[in-house]
Every structure is written in C-alpha cells, then in structure tokens.
C-alpha cells in the first residue's frame, strides 16, 4: 500500500524563525512528488518535485527532493504570519492517475 | 485560471439523508475527484473518475457513490448520512495529459451529520 507520512503534525513558531516539514513515502512507481498550502479553503500548489537533489525556490519557500532515502523537505525561511497554514505532501505514481496524500503539518506562525 | 466550483461550503444533516455534494469544473479536465479530509488523517480518496460516465473507487468508497452524467460535473452522493461522514469534503480536477499531476481544488464543503 502507498504511504506517504509527514512530520511534524505541527509545530508553532515566531516571526522570522526558519522551519523545515518533512514528508517521506513509500510507493510504488514514484513519479512526482507534489507540496501544496491549505488556508482556509482550497489546496493551492507550490511544488512538483521529480528528480533528486534539484532545489525548487519560490521566495521564502525552497523544497528538495531525494529519491534515494525517499523523502523531501520544505524549507520556509523568515516565517511570517501569513505562512500559517496547512501545508501537505502528495506523491503521484505511474500505477495509477491519482495522488496519495500525507497526513499534513500544521503550521501556526505567532508574531 | 482553472476554477473548480463546490457549490455549497457548508452543510448540515440529519443521520439517514440522502446529501448531494455537487462539483463543477471550467477547464475541461478529463479526471475529477472526490476526498474527505479529517484532522491527522489528511486527504483521503473516496473516488474519481476519468471520463464522463465512468469512475474509480478510491481508497475509502464505503457509505459513498458519485456521478459524471456530463464532463464538467462530478457529484458525490451520500445514500445515507452517517456521522462518521462529519468531514472536509474537497473537489479536484485535473487535466489527463498534465505529467505533473497538479490537482485544482474547489473550496471544499464542510458536512455535519447529526
């Protein structure tokens, strides 16, 4: 069965702090690997991961990928309050159309 | 922009009705999808289809059916409402041929069973 796991659950930090998410998996037919922010509506996409150790950066926000020890980390950098969110992990695989989803790590950012 | 439309945010049944979740799509995606999301559990598939008329159980099908009588409509049915299905219940779409497998989402609609 295809998992996906992400760590922490959730943690709470001050403004400027820098935090990294974790998200491992175990699949079958890795294909991509996707990070998405939840507020308080839909999932929206800032990530799509395919190959090892090429850095995706969009401002505060960076994430890697390694496919030999299965996981990627989302690194945001100079927090600010408007990062408090849901942030969650998907990994789509060739088996199948569809994505499976971590858990997610909620991050709550006090100013 | 892909706008994925869920057309009511937030509901409120009793145990034993019938609810319909409707999901609209303008982008003319083949694949749309149905997942619940619980506090700890994440999102989690119910179903999906990829194609008009046809669909896919996904990992939890159990208590649910869904409909796609036209392409850019994808409709969740609850037969009977149970408050187990008390829960986030978030619309996705997606174009076939997208190797990425980005998913747009719709706002969601929050369900509680009495």
């Known amino acids: 069965e295809d998992k996906v796991v992400q760590s922490p659950l959730s943690l709470v930090v001050h403004e400027g702090d820098t935090v990294t998410l974790n998200c491992s998996y175990e699949?079958?037919?890795?294909?991509?690997l996707l990070w998405y922010k939840q507020e308080k509506k839909a999932p929206t996409f800032l990530f799509m991961l395919t190959s090892s150790g090429i850095e995706k950066k969009s401002g505060r926000l960076s994430s890697i990928l390694d496919k030999k020890e299965l996981f990627s980390i989302l690194n945001i950098t100079a927090t600010q309050t408007g990062d408090s969110a849901i942030y969650l992990c998907a990994v789509l695989t060739w088996s199948g159309n569809k994505l499976v989803f971590g858990a997610g790590t909620i991050l709550r950012v006090k100013s | 922009d892909v706008k994925v439309t869920q057309s009511s945010r937030y509901l409120v049944k009793r145990t034993g009705e019938k609810v319909f979740l409707e999901c609209v799509q303008d982008m003319d995606h083949e694949n749309m999808f149905w997942y619940r999301q619980d506090p700890g559990l994440g999102l989690r598939l119910i179903y999906f289809s990829y194609d008009v008329k046809m669909k896919e159980k996904g990992d939890i099908p159990e208590g649910y059916s869904v409909s796609r009588e036209k392409k850019e409509r994808f409709s969740l049915i609850l037969e009977s409402a149970s408050t187990n299905q008390t829960s986030m219940y978030l619309c996705?779409?997606?174009?076939?041929?997208?190797?990425?497998?980005?998913?747009?989402f719709g706002e969601g609609s929050r369900l509680t069973v009495l």
């Open positions: 996705a779409s997606k174009d076939r041929s997208e190797k990425t497998g980005e998913l747009f």
């Open positions: 699949v079958t037919n890795f294909r991509s």
